[in-house]
């Protein structure tokens, strides 16, 4: 299958297990790495990812497709807060065209970069493939409903694609004296509530439990109608309550398999999500069909079928 029938829709729903809307690109092909040294440090730290922190593209499409599933796949460009270059955009995107059908390339761009950030925005989407774009609010020192962000969002929109915010507590600079200089605030869901506001056509993704900011997430998903919750970053056995309650009922079809590649394996997670009580239906609709939906991987009767 190649990138355009992906693009069209080409995806055989029978064949793919599940969708992973959450995973990192965190080494390039020359050796560079997605964090300063000191930021990496202390992730590898505070999620005991040492010994599996830096697969590369290749070694990451072996592990999905060798159980038959689907990620996205992105990085994080906040050289303007870190001083730290980003793994390039086109070279991830150029990793996931070698694995099409099984990884799906998101994009970062700084949105510090104003008016350079959004003519990169429509070159990756219409000459490399890009499927959306990911903001990091606290790695990237921003506020997401900061006007200044405010013409990428609305390239994103017009290019129709979906934009992906982490959102609450990061591992990123956690353990740090004062955090590596990293803010929790600018990661608080209510802020993209601005956003998905004033851009009410683009289709949001809040990143993981948005701990300690749970119920404002949930209420932003609740009320807005193209915003959706990805489960990445915790394991689900430490899922908040409510968290559980919501994306098994109101929010079932809102709801997105992430596990937080490499930090959190796929493995991990769907092994401890088993322990969950979800019903059949919308574990279905979690693992697989929701984000088939979102990203448009395969046409809605497909989609229908398999939710």
Not at 2 to 11: C, D, F, I, Q, S
Not at 31 to 60: C, N, V, W
């Amino acid at each position: 299958m190649n990138p355009a029938e992906v693009r069209a829709g080409g995806v055989d729903l029978d064949e793919i297990v599940a969708i992973d809307v959450h995973t990192h690109a965190e080494i390039s092909s020359s050796g560079h790495q997605s964090l300063p040294p000191y930021l990496m440090e202390a992730s590898e730290k505070y999620f005991g990812a040492h010994g599996h922190r830096l697969p590369t593209i290749d070694e990451t499409a072996a592990y999905y497709r060798e159980r038959k599933m689907m990620a996205v796949v992105f990085t994080v460009d906040a050289e303007q807060a870190t001083g730290h270059p980003p793994i390039p955009n086109e070279e991830v995107a150029e990793g996931c065209a070698r694995h099409p059908g099984t990884l799906i390339p998101f994009a970062s761009v700084d949105p510090w970069r104003g008016r350079a950030a959004v003519r990169a925005a429509r070159r990756l989407v219409e000459e490399h493939g890009v499927r959306g774009f990911k903001f990091h609010p606290s790695l990237q020192d921003f506020a997401p409903n900061d006007r200044m962000a405010y013409p990428l969002y609305e390239a994103i929109e017009e290019l129709g694609v979906p934009a992906l915010f982490h959102t609450g507590q990061t591992g990123i600079g956690a353990g740090l004296p004062g955090g590596g200089g990293i803010r929790l605030a600018p990661s608080d869901p209510m802020l993209v509530d601005d956003v998905a506001a004033d851009f009410p056509g683009l289709r949001i993704v809040l990143a993981h439990p948005s701990f300690p900011w749970q119920d404002e997430a949930l209420a932003v998903a609740l009320h807005k109608e193209h915003v959706h919750i990805d489960l990445s970053g915790w394991s689900p056995k430490y899922f908040p309550p409510q968290l559980v309650r919501y994306a098994n009922s109101l929010l079932q079809d809102k709801v997105l398999f992430g596990s937080d590649h490499p930090v959190i394996t796929a493995d991990r997670w769907l092994r401890d999500f088993e322990g969950l009580d979800i019903k059949p239906g919308v574990r279905r609709k979690i693992l697989k069909t929701n984000a088939a939906r979102l990203l448009g991987l395969a046409a809605d009767e497909e989609v229908e079928r398999h939710a």
